[in-house]
């Protein structure tokens, strides 16, 4: 087992995957109803490329990017992670202004803050307009809005 991979886990693709699905279930909960793998075009300029999105769905249109991370072990700053997370806001920039975008992540707190509510106080400036930042949180099952500044 890796000493990057998640405790109980057979790999942290099974995770992303499972997180996938957990998601996926609980938008259906708010009547939103996703696919697993959306294809959108991207890009900046007139080339486009196909990037799938974790989730998506054309009618409505809404795209959903999921992340499972947490704090380190040590409950410091899981940079490398947050850098997956910059490169998800930079997908949702590049994609069509038409859809819904939603960040769905897992919720896990730190001295009374959410990984989610860190990122987007120290990395708010990298977060495109429009963009609905939802945490799912174990404990209680539940899923809320985080509120963007």
């Known amino acids: ?46 080339s486009k490329k196909c990037h799938n999105f974790d989730l998506g769905s054309e009618k409505p249109a809404v795209l ?10 040590g409950k410091n700053v ?7 997370w910059n490169e998800a806001m930079y997908y949702f920039f590049l994609a069509p202004t038409t859809f819904r975008k939603i960040f769905f992540v897992l919720r896990d707190v730190r001295r009374n803050e959410s990984l ?7 990395y708010g400036h990298l977060i495109p307009q429009n ?9 209680n099952e539940t899923t809320a809005k985080v509120a963007i500044e």
């Open 1 to 46: 087992m890796s000493s990057f991979q998640r405790i109980g886990s057979i790999s942290n693709a099974h995770v992303g995957r499972e997180f996938e699905l957990l998601a996926q279930e609980e938008l259906k909960k708010l009547g939103v109803l996703v696919e697993l793998n959306f294809p959108v075009e991207i890009g900046i300029s007139n």
């Open 64 to 73: 959903v990017e999921c992340k499972s991370h947490r704090w380190t072990s």
């Open 78 to 84: 899981p940079s490398a992670k947050l850098t997956v």
């Open 116 to 122: 989610a509510e860190y990122y987007v106080h120290q």
């Open 131 to 139: 963009i609905e930042f939802w945490e799912y949180d174990p404990t």
